[in-house]
């Protein structure tokens, strides 16, 4: 394998989250995934930024296909998030719900989780 400095290689064009690049955690070289420093980098949304969101995005609605969606349970982790949570993290139960239900890839939520940070508080 030949070595070529940084500005010698080519541009990514889009990323997918799988792409590993080096890291040293406790003074060992480890590999890490796009996707893995994204959910280290990105902070917490509030409910409130999460939900101006949805209710601005999709047609219909996303935040009616998540709240029709959302289990009836009481006591499942999602209904909890939904209906009592303060914040939305990356890889929680209700980030991971929306995702599915929305049909996201990880790409597409990683890129509204980062719309809705933008949201006002």
Excluded at 2 to 11: D, M, N
Excluded at 26 to 41: D, E, P, R
């Amino acid at each position: 394998m030949s070595v070529i400095q940084i500005p010698g290689l080519p541009q990514a064009i889009s990323l997918s989250g799988a792409e590993l690049i080096e890291a040293v955690q406790a003074g060992v070289s480890v590999k890490v995934s796009v996707s893995q420093l994204s959910f280290y980098v990105i902070g917490a949304v509030t409910q409130n930024q999460m939900r101006t969101w949805l209710a601005a995005n999709g047609f219909p609605a996303y935040i009616y296909t998540v709240d029709f969606a959302v289990p009836a349970d009481i006591a499942n982790p999602v209904n909890i998030r939904w209906l009592h949570g303060n914040t939305l993290s990356v890889g929680d139960p209700l980030y991971l719900f929306i995702q599915t239900t929305l049909g996201f890839t990880s790409g597409q939520m990683i890129a509204a989780y980062a719309a809705m940070q933008g949201e006002a508080l």
